[in-house]
């Protein structure tokens, strides 16, 4: 009986998160087009036929479609010339259509989505931190890894790093800071343990990391605190945690694609759907969060020199500027169909992910067993 309620709050959940970082992309088109002097004909959230629409006094047909995975911004004059009969052609408004702009004109629509979604991380972090603070993680064990180096000094849970060979730490971060330069490295370190300050003596592990050796103790932090600060250092902490991300995002795909890591964690739009469920149980603050996240995560994607997404079409615009026209119809259309199939592909991956994350696979498995 469950199932169907928590089935219910997951696809909601879904619904308003993916709605969320789908206007604002395709608003960032929008508003980008409208500077340009493009008109726009058409701002759709979700695909197929619509729920409901209205039209505005510009002309431009705003849409809510039952399908919501995704939106778009129909420009006037988006299609090439070449691609649409002269019917067509004949009621485009000279001035007014996407094609007729230059290429840094068209660049700047282009790029105004991605950037929309980076922009609108910056500010819902910097929300929450001007509200409850900006977090930090406490130098305090949360588990102990067995056999590591924090289990045979006899670290254990709860302890709180105060200092490592007299340097004081302050958070979580300090402490990984301080192994990591130290591997192999006996070090003193000063713990808190009921109260009562400890002196035990530490040997981090030695890990190879892209051919340096680099300090592991083998714990994990537990408690995080807040603190507060003012408007400006909210705004300054949002512009940088919005950095981080994409930062860890750009250094995941990397590994990825270099082999150095796996590629269970791509995860599709069933692995949002059930994360989304999850995260609006624990309150607003940790949709928002988990909302400025996946903004970042959208924004980084579309920028990929994938045709078909914003960030192909940004490095066709590249080429044609150093070119003094655009690249042949032939390589673009080749270009295009690539991209789809890259993409078609990485879904249907991502989704056998999903249904595997998920125990589909496991469970039909039990079923012929």
Do not use: C
């Not at 680099?214 to 408007?231: A, I, N, T």
């Amino acid at each position: 009986m469950t199932a169907i309620p928590e089935f219910a709050r997951s696809a909601a959940a879904f619904v308003v998160v993916l709605g969320v970082l789908v206007f604002v992309h395709e608003f960032g088109h929008y508003l980008a087009a409208r500077w340009r002097g493009v008109r726009v004909e058409a701002f759709s959230i979700g695909f197929g036929r619509a729920i409901t629409s209205w039209t505005d006094r510009r002309g431009t047909v705003w849409k809510l479609a039952w399908l919501p995975l995704g939106g778009y911004v129909k420009l006037h004059g988006q299609e090439r010339p070449q691609d649409v009969p002269d019917e067509v052609r004949a009621q485009w408004v000279p001035g007014e259509t996407f094609h007729d702009k230059s290429v840094l004109s068209r660049a700047i629509v282009v790029a105004a989505g991605p950037i929309a979604n980076f922009l609108l991380a910056m500010v819902l972090f910097a929300g929450l931190f001007s509200v409850l603070g900006t977090p930090f993680t406490l130098p305090v064990i949360g588990s102990v890894v067995a056999d590591s180096a924090a289990s045979r000094a006899g670290l254990m849970v709860n302890d709180r790093i105060v200092t490592i060979d007299g340097q004081p730490i302050g958070t979580f971060e300090d402490l990984q800071h301080q192994i990591a330069i130290h591997p192999a490295v006996k070090l003193a370190m000063t713990i808190k343990r009921d109260g009562t300050d400890r002196t035990i003596e530490v040997t981090p592990d030695s890990h190879d990391a892209g051919g340096h050796q680099v300090g592991l103790l083998g714990v994990r932090g537990g408690e995080v605190e807040y603190r507060k600060v003012s408007l400006p250092e909210a705004l300054w902490s949002g512009v940088t945690q919005t950095w981080t991300i994409t930062a860890d995002t750009f250094s995941g795909v990397a590994q990825m694609i270099s082999g150095s890591r796996g590629t269970e964690d791509l995860g599709g739009p069933l692995r949002i759907a059930q994360l989304s469920g999850q995260v609006a149980e624990l309150g607003v603050a940790s949709l928002i969060s988990f909302i400025a996240v996946l903004s970042v995560n959208l924004g980084l994607i579309n920028l990929f020199p994938i045709p078909v997404l914003d960030g192909g079409h940004l490095l066709f615009y590249l080429a044609e500027a150093l070119r003094g026209r655009p690249l042949p119809q032939r390589a673009q259309e080749y270009g295009f169909r690539a991209g789809l199939a890259f993409l078609v592909g990485m879904f249907v991956f991502s989704t056998w992910n999903d249904l595997t994350h998920l125990g589909l696979f496991h469970w039909v498995a039990g079923l012929i067993g």
